[in-house]
T-cell receptor, first 116, second 114 residues
């Protein structure tokens, strides 16, 4: 069964520092996709980055990069040069492409707080 | 263009009443998802629609929950005989089918059952 684990309920980081948000997953499906979403206090869900299980390179989108370690089943989000506006909840999510292609499951989230 | 819209934004109802939540996806998006987010929790998948295919209802928590999508566009999530544990934010998202990696989320409907 697919499962997403985020072990950091909350993190505090100094502005301009880099931060890594942990995510591990479990799946028996050989093809899957991994996502990160940001949810500010306003409640909207904002797509950040996507990594396919067969992608050879780690995904990057501006200050966001995904540290994909397939053998360890981890998909950590790295935010470089953090900004005050990065304070939000961050969710890791996964979709299995074969066994349950429609369903995307989410982790419990990490609340990131950036200190000025 | 317009994003995903949901209505109402807030709904307070009495225990035992039925409620209907509406989602208008982005035009042209064939995939539509409903999720539930309880306070301080992650998103719980409820149901998925893709074009004219039979919906994936595997996430619906009980038979009090149902959803339909008319004309491949607007979707309505119905909760019958609401219970206090149904209180949550109900989020809708749409995407360009399975090939569309990114899901676009609506602002959600905050449901409070008293």
């Amino acid at each position: 069964a697919q499962k997403i684990t985020q072990t950091q309920p909350g993190m505090f980081v100094q502005e301009k520092e880099a931060v890594t948000l942990d995510c591990t997953y479990d799946t028996s499906d050989p093809s899957y996709g991994l996502f990160w979403y940001k949810q500010p206090s306003s409640g909207e869900m904002i797509f950040l980055i996507y990594q396919g299980s067969y992608d050879q390179q780690n995904a990057t989108e501006g200050r966001y990069s995904l540290n994909f370690q397939k053998a360890r089943k981890s998909a950590n989000l790295v935010i470089s040069a953090s900004q005050l506006g990065d304070s939000a909840m961050y969710f890791c999510a996964m979709r299995e492409m074969y066994s349950s292609a429609s369903k995307i499951i989410f982790g419990s989230g990490t609340r990131l707080s950036i200190r000025p | 263009g317009a994003g995903v819209s949901q209505s109402p934004s807030n709904k307070v109802t009495e225990k035992g009443k039925d409620v209907e939540l509406r989602c208008d996806p982005i035009s042209g998006h064939t995939a539509l998802y409903w999720y539930r987010q309880s306070l301080g929790q992650g998103l719980e998948f409820l149901i998925y629609f893709q074009g004219n295919s039979a919906p994936d209802k595997s996430g619906l928590p009980s038979d009090r929950f149902s959803a339909e999508r008319t004309g491949g566009s607007v979707s309505t999530l119905t909760i019958q005989r609401t219970q206090q544990e149904d209180s949550a934010v109900y989020l809708c998202a749409s995407s360009l089918g399975l090939a569309g990696v990114e899901q676009y989320f609506g602002p959600g409907t905050r449901l409070t059952v008293t």
